[in-house]
């Protein structure tokens, strides 16, 4: 049996109904004798003593769900901020959904999330494996030891007899629980059905009467009542032993301290709690979070759009992001702060500030958060992933350079995830005059006279001014725009709404005079790809040059062609 000195475990109370206790000389387990049908009930208590040592324990049957991530960050805090171990344990049990591409995929997104392991596939351990595939011969040695101390007896119902027990207890309105067929057979019995050969199940005998309670560290005190549960399974026909029997082994095998899991294992605690004091092993502190929820408040899922990490990532979320999003369904610091590194929620996490109603996935605040710590990245970095993203979709020649700091630095305010940038640049360098200047918003802009300004307009660029103030930068602009308000008696929003139109086509965006600088740059520096459908300078006045203002006034029908510049 595996040595679990120096573990903290739950120590257990025993009340019994005619029962005799004998506490061991080891403090870590409680003996126990009793006279007939066992009846008891157990007290989970707390204690502070010995290392933490928490487990993340997926399935590997598919993509890491968003609901499992948070359970392995809230593990990983637990045993960081305690300064404990964090094991990765992959429960693969069942052969015919599990694959290792799945587990593959499950470590992948751990990795992008941050959440190292300190025992587990690829990092090894002294309480290995840890692929319950390659720890059955210690499930059959434990399930062995239970048949020998009478706590387990073979089952010989066919699936017809089962199935007919459920329908009886149907009828008389009560839980489809074992009736105990063979939990009294004789020896002979026994005997008479392993010499037919007959298949049987292991089956662990629940005492009739009693209670389990225990002080679950976020949800407080829970407590079962045995005579609802009835025998179960806990070796099949086949030799495969079920889940409840190997996470018990596993959990206490492995000297895991603390189960922090969902709350739908809530239930099979009972079960795990019965198999832990049959083997003779303390419990750990258990702590049941509580699901994650849709904004309809029903159970996350596919039909409400991304749910798992990978999506997520593939989707352009930064992992700081999601890990910062996630440690905030269902736990808070106590402050209105909202953004926290990984290494700041170490620092601050306490399973005590877990609550226990469900937490909403709101995928808007999430794409908002995302886009705060896209923003709060040193600048080197934000450029070089933005700058590798325009270049990927065929926008830039170079990943790097003026250009791209400058593109960045005026459009990252409006960028929340890394594709965002393709449809910012691309918006920026296109010019969709006519589009703008027919809607209802471009109204009020032709009722201004922005005709008579785009002639002024013309005239500064056919004469080499407005270029030439281009050429000097910022203070180029500033003082061209300065004199030209002045020729047309204008300033504020009745001067550059109706430049902001002519010189990019649109009503809104970041700041003109930064707009204006960008785009000469973009068609003086051949940074931008020609099959970019980026419109330069010569191209817009020629456009300007040739719109037809009355046609707008007197609302006479765009042609296609004009449509299309």
């Known amino acids: 049996m595996a040595t679990l000195a120096g573990a903290p475990w739950l120590r257990a109370r025993l009340i019994s109904n005619g029962q005799s206790l004998l506490y061991c000389g080891n403090r870590q387990s409680l003996c126990f004798r009793s006279r007939g049908r066992r009846s008891f009930s157990v007290f989970a208590l707390a204690g502070d003593e010995g290392d933490v040592r928490v487990r993340f324990a997926p ?4 993509n890491l769900h968003v609901g499992g991530a948070r359970t392995a960050l809230f593990n ?38 941050g959440l190292d392991w300190d025992e587990g ?9 840890y692929r319950q595939s390659e720890r059955n011969a210690l499930y059959k040695q434990f399930a062995e030891k239970l ?35 063979w939990a009294s057979a004789t020896e002979e019995e026994v005997l008479e059905e392993l010499a037919k050969g007959t298949q049987y199940t292991y089956r662990f005998r629940v005492p009739k009467e009693g209670s389990l309670k225990i002080d679950d560290l976020i949800r407080g005190e829970v407590s079962w009542n045995f005579d609802t549960l009835g025998d179960f399974v806990i070796m099949r026909s086949n030799g495969q032993p079920v889940y409840n029997f190997c996470v018990t082994v596993d959990d206490a095998t492995m000297a895991i301290s603390h189960v922090i899991r969902a709350e739908e294992h809530l239930p099979n605690t009972l079960r795990q709690a019965l198999i832990y004091k049959a083997l003779g092993f303390p419990m750990p502190h258990f702590a049941h979070v509580s699901l994650i929820l849709a904004p309809d408040r029903s159970k996350l899922s596919k039909r409400h759009g991304a749910t798992s990490v990978g999506q997520f990532r593939d ?86 350079g003026v250009f791209v700091q400058d593109a960045v630095l005026l459009l990252k305010d409006g960028i929340d995830l890394i594709p965002d940038s393709e449809k910012a640049l691309s918006s920026l360098l296109s010019y969709p005059l006519y589009e703008t200047l027919a809607s209802t918003e471009g109204k009020p802009i032709l009722e201004d006279g922005v005709s008579e300004i785009a002639k002024s307009l013309l005239a500064a660029y056919d004469g080499g001014e407005l270029s030439g103030a281009l050429a000097e930068g910022q203070a180029g602009w500033k003082n061209w725009v300065k004199n030209f308000g002045k020729l047309l008696k204008r300033k504020g929003k009745s001067l550059f709404m109706p430049l902001r139109v002519l010189l990019t086509g649109k009503l809104h965006g970041p700041d003109i005079g930064a707009t204006t600088l960008l785009l000469y740059k973009a068609g003086t520096s051949g940074c931008v790809v020609p099959q970019a459908e980026f419109v330069t300078f010569d191209e817009r006045f020629k456009i300007l040059r040739e719109v037809q203002w009355e046609s707008f006034s007197t609302n006479v029908p765009l042609s296609a062609g004009a449509v299309t510049h």
């Open 76 to 113: 990983y805090l637990y045993a960081r901020s305690k300064g404990g171990k964090f094991i990765l344990r992959i429960e693969d049990t069942d052969l015919e959904r599990s694959t290792r591409e799945s587990e593959e995929a499950v470590l992948r997104d751990l990795s992008w999330l």
């Open 121 to 129: 596939p690829g990092v090894g351990g002294n309480y290995g494996p």
């Open 147 to 181: 048949l020998q101390s009478g706590h387990v007896y073979r089952c010989f119902c066919s699936a017809e007899e089962l199935e007919k027990m459920k329908e009886i207890a149907k009828l008389k309105q009560l839980p489809p629980v074992y009736t105990g067929r």
């Open 315 to 400: 989707m352009g979320y930064l992992p700081q992001a999601m890990v910062n999003y996630l440690a905030l369904l269902g736990w808070g610091d106590g402050t209105e702060n909202e953004f926290f590194t990984l290494e700041q929620l170490v620092g601050k996490f306490t399973i005590e500030r877990v609550n226990k109603s469900g937490a909403i996935f709101d995928s808007t605040k999430l794409r908002w958060m995302n886009g705060q710590h896209l923003r709060s990245l040193p600048s080197e970095e934000l450029n070089q992933i933005i700058g590798e993203r325009w270049k990927d979709a065929g926008i830039v020649t170079e990943a790097q």
């Open 59 to 62: 399935s590997p049957t598919g």
